[in-house]
């Protein structure tokens, strides 16, 4: 892709962002025209709608395009981290850590916070025991062995949530914990995005930073370190940075699958496998479908439906699609 190819993409992109969340704040069981909307921002107009808006809608609004992007540009890292395109931000049981970190916070009636804590350093120590393990090991491709501990680690923490499910009060507890493994926005505030912002963006701009070094590491370590790259402390800044943006964001909106598996791919057909140009486009497009997919969820049923059921829905299909269409973009 040319630059000036590059510039318009980036400038459609970001068009469609503006479109989609001007949408979002539109839509939903209570319906708003583009003047009401515009005059709830400045702070005028009807009351009910200011509060619709400004306290509802628009930290939907602003946690959706930041879970889309979050969990988009981890998934790119991660695939091309492990040079697999069926890899997804929880390959290392990130997301498995973060799920058994936030049961276990709902199941000690913790406070929001707590659980959004609980889940965070749950995230994070379940890639931290798994890159200890995979380092103990030191044996055979350490890209295979990362992955098959991530497997087994994600097993663990998946049979331990169950566990905690079955000890979890009926009434009470286990409604709660089953609602936030399926995803959702529906009681975000600013106050659950204020924390997960810094870690994102710090998280995402490592990313960036390494974009070209990441690049290196799809041609295997021994080119890696012909061209001067050292793949193993790359590997771990890598993991750390992906890892650290998907745990911030689970923490606030709950597991929520698909986005970082399928998006990517989605990327790769626009801009190329070239992790420079496709970690920017990944991003955009995530954000934009995860609008998207919120907006829908708030709005298709007189009940919310969690997120996580409808990004299945919508990309357990396409990924099939892409399998149909046997495509080679990945090489």
Same mark, same amino acid.
């Given at each position: 892709?040319? !630059? #000036?190819?590059? %510039?318009?993409?980036? /400038?459609?992109?970001?068009? /469609?962002?503006?479109?989609?969340?001007?949408?979002?704040?539109?839509?939903?069981?209570?319906? $708003?025209?583009?003047?009401?909307? /515009?005059?709830?921002?400045? #702070?005028?107009?009807?009351?009910?709608?200011?509060?619709?808006?400004?306290?509802?809608?628009?930290?939907?609004?602003?946690?959706?395009?930041?879970?889309?992007?979050?969990?988009?540009?981890?998934? !790119? &890292?991660?695939? !091309?981290?492990?040079?697999?395109?069926?890899?997804?931000? =929880?390959?290392?049981?990130? @997301?498995?850590?973060?799920?058994?970190?936030?049961? $276990? +916070?709902?199941?000690?009636?913790?406070?929001? *916070?707590?659980?959004?804590?609980?889940?965070?350093? #749950?995230?994070?120590?379940?890639?931290?025991?798994?890159?200890?393990?995979?380092?103990?090991?030191?044996?055979? =491709?350490?890209?295979?062995?990362?992955?098959?501990?991530?497997?087994?680690?994600?097993?663990?923490?998946?049979?331990?949530? @169950? *566990?905690?499910?079955?000890?979890? =009060?009926?009434?009470?507890q286990l409604?709660?914990?089953?609602?936030?493994?399926?995803?959702?926005?529906?009681?975000?505030?600013? !106050? =659950?995005?204020?924390p997960a912002?810094?870690?994102?963006?710090?998280?995402?701009?490592?990313?960036? *930073?390494?974009? %070209?070094?990441?690049?290196?590491?799809?041609?295997?370590?021994?080119?890696?370190?012909?061209?001067?790259?050292?793949?193993?402390?790359?590997?771990? %800044?890598?993991?750390?940075?992906?890892?650290?943006?998907?745990?911030?964001?689970?923490?606030? /909106? #709950?597991?929520?699958?698909?986005?970082?598996?399928?998006?990517?791919?989605?990327?790769?057909?626009?801009?190329?496998?070239?992790? +420079?140009?496709?970690?920017?486009? @990944?991003?955009?497009?995530?954000?934009?479908? *995860?609008?998207?997919?919120?907006?829908?969820?708030? @709005?298709? &049923?007189?009940?919310?439906?969690?997120?996580?059921?409808?990004?299945?829905a919508i990309?357990?299909?396409?990924?099939? %699609?892409?399998?149909?269409?046997?495509?080679?973009?990945?090489?």
């Amino acid at each position: 892709m040319t !630059a #000036g190819g590059g %510039w318009r993409l980036g /400038a459609a992109l970001l068009a /469609a962002l503006l479109v989609l969340a001007g949408a979002a704040l539109l839509v939903g069981p209570y319906a $708003l025209t583009p003047g009401e909307v /515009a005059a709830a921002l400045l #702070g005028q107009g009807d009351r009910q709608a200011g509060i619709v808006v400004r306290q509802v809608r628009l930290p939907r609004v602003a946690a959706a395009l930041l879970l889309g992007a979050a969990l988009a540009s981890a998934g !790119a &890292a991660y695939q !091309a981290l492990f040079r697999n395109p069926l890899v997804s931000p =929880d390959i290392l049981g990130v @997301s498995a850590g973060a799920g058994l970190g936030a049961v $276990l +916070g709902i199941f000690l009636s913790l406070p929001v *916070l707590g659980i959004q804590l609980a889940a965070f350093a #749950g995230g994070l120590g379940a890639v931290a025991l798994v890159w200890v393990v995979a380092a103990a090991v030191q044996r055979g =491709d350490p890209t295979l062995v990362l992955v098959l501990t991530g497997v087994v680690v994600g097993a663990l923490a998946g049979a331990a949530t @169950s *566990l905690v499910k079955v000890l979890a =009060d009926p009434y009470d507890q286990l409604p709660a914990i089953t609602f936030w493994l399926l995803g959702s926005l529906a009681a975000v505030t600013p !106050a =659950d995005i204020a924390p997960a912002l810094p870690a994102v963006v710090l998280g995402l701009v490592v990313l960036g *930073l390494l974009r %070209w070094r990441i690049n290196v590491l799809g041609m295997g370590d021994e080119e890696a370190r012909a061209l001067g790259v050292e793949a193993g402390r790359l590997r771990l %800044w890598t993991v750390v940075a992906a890892t650290l943006v998907t745990a911030s964001v689970t923490a606030v /909106a #709950g597991v929520v699958g698909w986005v970082g598996l399928v998006i990517p791919h989605v990327g790769r057909m626009l801009v190329g496998p070239g992790f +420079g140009r496709l970690l920017p486009v @990944s991003a955009a497009v995530g954000a934009g479908y *995860l609008l998207v997919v919120d907006t829908l969820a708030r @709005s298709i &049923a007189a009940t919310e439906v969690p997120l996580g059921i409808l990004t299945a829905a919508i990309g357990a299909p396409f990924f099939i %699609w892409l399998l149909a269409r046997g495509r080679r973009g990945w090489s």
